[in-house]
């Protein structure tokens, strides 16, 4: 982490943000200025960070910015740790839309809103052991973490005694530049060894969970899954399932805590609930960046023409404050249905697979909250609720709250 001024050049990534609700104030300077900026990754990599609305919807959907090449030998790396070839976000057409569509196949809306009852008593069993607790409570232990994990373990199938372990692993994984690359690697392997046996034990014994039906689909179908896509399957969506989401809802309940008017608007008229998590995700999104791509030939960003071969990042935390996209973008307004236009769960082929299911957990879990818990606030002041750095997801680690 840095706090390079931010018209040196290259600038040294990532970024600081002042606090866990403010973006790190060079984005903006950046994108009134320099939208196109030279920065040198943790990796030592060079890379060129993207921060306007329109170039960062560019980057995310125009087929030369290739995902694939990322994991070619040799190519540019954030961090230190080698992408993988056989993983969905790595993945260029045609392999990417033939993997995507057989698992949006059993990955679908019906099965998510199947969930909803599991998700809301979840919930109100978190919730109920809160009230019983008393305060002060810290709401990451309480609702934030536990909830995501359980129910990603339940779609997928996966023992729940298994989530503390599964969350460290999850958690080293994702750390890009906080921990040393062995330990990355090491946490990587013992995941894909510990989904390999499940996968086993799927195949052995059926269950009516997502990872049964996506070995069943490695099993007959025409198009299936190989075994290494399978298993990075089953890698990329426990990670993905539930680290971000953890983040969302501590990010999006300390931000609501400290807009009180934005927190009533919410508690006030339940109707609002959908429209606060899309303006909640724009605002304080868990993630700065998408992640990396290389321009395979010469494409034109604005007044910036991008060399053939150059590592990309585009970044969703700025295009969602972009001014020239969005009223007032520095105000949380939990009102306002255009903010839905947010990027926080990118856009074109990769836009995120578990979207629908994260929306539903943090409608419910901000939405019960809320009207659990009318007179919440924060027991620390906000300056000093505890964040994590140095990984590419990041939210507050600990959210210390009274009632
Ligand atoms: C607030 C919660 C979440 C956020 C902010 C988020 C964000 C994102 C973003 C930005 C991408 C695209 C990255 C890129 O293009 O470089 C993505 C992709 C993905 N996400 Fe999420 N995600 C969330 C929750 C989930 C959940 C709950 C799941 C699974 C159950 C999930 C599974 C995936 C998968 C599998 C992809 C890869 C899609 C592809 O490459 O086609 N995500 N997510």
Redesign the pocket.
């Given at each position: 982490m840095t706090d390079t001024p931010v018209d040196s050049s290259p600038l040294t990534y990532p970024f600081e943000r002042p606090s866990a609700l403010e973006p790190c104030p060079h984005y903006k300077r950046l994108r009134e200025t320099k939208p196109v900026a030279d920065i040198r990754m943790p990796s030592g990599d060079h890379a060129l960070l993207v921060t306007d609305y329109e170039s960062v919807r560019t980057v995310?959907s125009d087929a030369r910015f290739s995902?694939a090449a990322t994991a070619r030998p040799g190519a540019p790396r954030i961090g230190t740790e080698p992408q993988n070839a056989k993983n969905?976000?790595s993945?260029d057409p045609p392999q990417?839309t033939r993997v995507?569509r057989l698992?949006s196949r059993e990955?679908t809306a019906r099965r998510v809103a199947a969930l909803r009852p599991r998700i809301q008593s979840r919930t109100d069993e978190l919730l109920d052991a809160m009230k019983r607790a008393g305060p002060p409570t810290d709401l990451v232990p309480a609702l934030a973490f536990p909830l995501?994990v359980t129910v990603?373990c339940e779609?997928l199938g996966v023992p729940l005694d298994e989530r503390e372990q599964i969350a460290e692993w999850s958690g080293t994984v994702l750390s890009t530049v906080s921990l040393p690359v062995e330990q990355i690697i090491a946490a990587h392997s013992g995941l894909a060894t510990y989904l390999g046996g499940l996968i086993a034990a799927k195949r052995a014994k059926p269950g009516d969970d997502l990872l049964s039906a996506l070995v069943s689909i490695h099993e007959t179908d025409a198009e299936r899954l190989d075994e290494e896509e399978l298993l990075h399957?089953a890698i990329?969506?426990l990670i993905?399932?539930?680290e971000?989401?953890t983040?969302?809802i501590a990010n999006g309940v300390l931000a609501l805590l400290t807009h009180p008017e934005q927190f009533e608007a919410v508690r006030r008229d339940p109707g609002v609930i959908p429209a606060a998590v899309e303006e909640l995700?724009r605002f304080v999104?868990?993630?700065d960046e998408?992640?990396l791509r290389i321009a395979l030939e010469d494409v034109k960003l604005g007044d910036t023409v991008v060399p053939t071969g150059t590592a990309v990042l585009a970044s969703?935390a700025s295009a969602n404050r972009d001014a020239r996209h969005f009223t007032e973008p520095d105000t949380l307004d939990v009102t306002d249905t255009a903010r839905a236009q947010h990027?926080?769960?990118?856009?074109?082929?990769?836009?995120?697979?578990?979207?629908g299911?994260?929306r539903l957990?943090?409608e419910i879990a901000i939405g019960t909250l809320l009207r659990r818990f009318p007179t919440l606030r924060p027991a620390v002041p906000a300056g000093e609720v505890p964040r994590s750095s140095g990984r590419l997801i990041h939210g507050v680690t600990s959210l210390p709250v009274a009632w």
């Open positions: 995310l995902r969905l976000l993945m990417h995507r698992v990955f995501p990603i779609l399957l990329t969506l993905a399932g539930h971000t989401t983040n969302q995700l999104p868990p993630g998408a992640t969703l990027l926080t769960f990118g856009y074109g082929i990769h836009y995120c697979l578990g979207a299911l994260a957990e943090l």
